[in-house]
């Protein structure tokens, strides 16, 4: 089956839709009430994809107190923050696949640092770590893109 959009646009709609969700905590959302009817999502939506990556950034328990500063100030080292945090995560968690750790971190770090009130945080910054980084976007696009992926069987 052919994709509608590449990967990197998909990961965009997602980071978008994530970023939505987090600056607009306090609406109340009808359209997770219209998704959420126990039915598996046909096809891409971008607002159940975010909601799930949402959950995965939840399980991230790293205390982002200490780390954080210079990435408040140079968001353009957020890939490579994340990706130093997610190694050490993975080594205390040896369970966790690294595509799952790096997903969960990256997207907890910038739920820090737009709780921080950053200014110069955007989608662009998390949009681009996840699409630079070769091995989580080969693992996710290996085990069905986006829409496949967030399915807990590929996360344990």
Do not use: P
């Given at each position: 089956k052919a994709a509608m959009r590449t990967f990197e646009e998909?990961?965009?709609?997602?980071?978008?839709?994530?970023f939505d969700d987090l600056l607009n905590e306090d609406d109340v959302d009808f359209r997770c009430l219209q998704t959420d009817s126990g039915e598996p999502p046909s096809g891409f939506d971008p607002v159940i994809i975010a909601s799930r990556l949402r959950q995965i950034g939840d399980q991230c328990n790293m205390d982002f107190e200490r780390v954080s500063s210079q990435v408040l100030?140079?968001?353009?080292?957020?890939?490579?923050?994340?990706?130093?945090?997610?190694?050490?995560w993975s080594d205390q968690n040896p369970e966790l696949v690294y595509e799952r750790a790096f997903l969960s971190v990256s997207v907890k770090l910038m739920m820090y640092i737009l709780k921080k009130g950053a200014a110069n945080v955007n989608p662009g910054h998390l949009i681009k770590a996840i699409?630079?980084?070769?091995?989580?976007?080969?693992?996710?696009?290996?085990?069905?893109?986006?829409?496949?992926i967030l399915e807990s069987k590929y996360w344990g």
């Open positions: 998909q990961t965009a709609c997602v980071v978008e839709a994530l100030h140079e968001m353009e080292k957020f890939g490579t923050a994340v990706d130093s945090l997610c190694k050490r699409n630079e980084n070769a091995q989580v976007k080969n693992y996710i696009e290996t085990h069905g893109g986006w829409v496949s």
